[in-house]
């Protein structure tokens, strides 16, 4: 049973800085991509930034220049540094990874999010 669980978010002021964490546990024999994911209010799922095994970062156009996605691989933990909130960022937060439990089996599981909220 593969799980994923988030930590760290909160209610900040914007401007403020706020340190994502998700750690995955569980049956996994190697993950591939992680990633985070938020969905506000009225809005459809979009993702945030995401890294490889290798390291390869992308970022949705929003959140450039302020967030920052790195990954521990021993730690099966992938984190996202929010700085420069700004009130718009408000939404829930989804860690997502790509990952294999065995030889053969991979697929897509997800956190069950963090709420993050930026206040005005």
């Known amino acids: 049973q593969v799980q994923l669980v988030e930590s760290g978010g909160g209610l900040v002021q914007p401007g403020g800085s706020l340190r994502l964490s998700c750690a995955a546990s569980?049956?996994?024999?190697?993950?591939?991509?992680m990633g985070w994911y938020r969905q506000a209010p009225g809005k459809q799922r979009e993702l945030v930034a995401g890294?490889?095994?290798?390291?390869?970062?992308n970022y949705a156009d929003s959140v450039k220049g302020r967030f920052t996605i790195s990954r521990d691989n021993a730690k099966n933990t992938v984190y996202l540094q929010m700085n420069s909130l700004k009130p718009e960022d408000t939404a829930v937060y989804y860690c997502?990874?790509?990952?294999?439990?065995?030889?053969?089996?991979?697929?897509?599981?997800w956190g069950q999010g963090t709420q993050v909220t930026v206040s005005s």
């Open positions: 569980g049956s996994i024999f190697s993950i591939n991509t």
């Open positions: 890294i490889t095994s290798g390291g390869r970062l």
């Open positions: 997502n990874a790509d990952l294999s439990t065995g030889w053969s089996t991979r697929g897509y599981y």
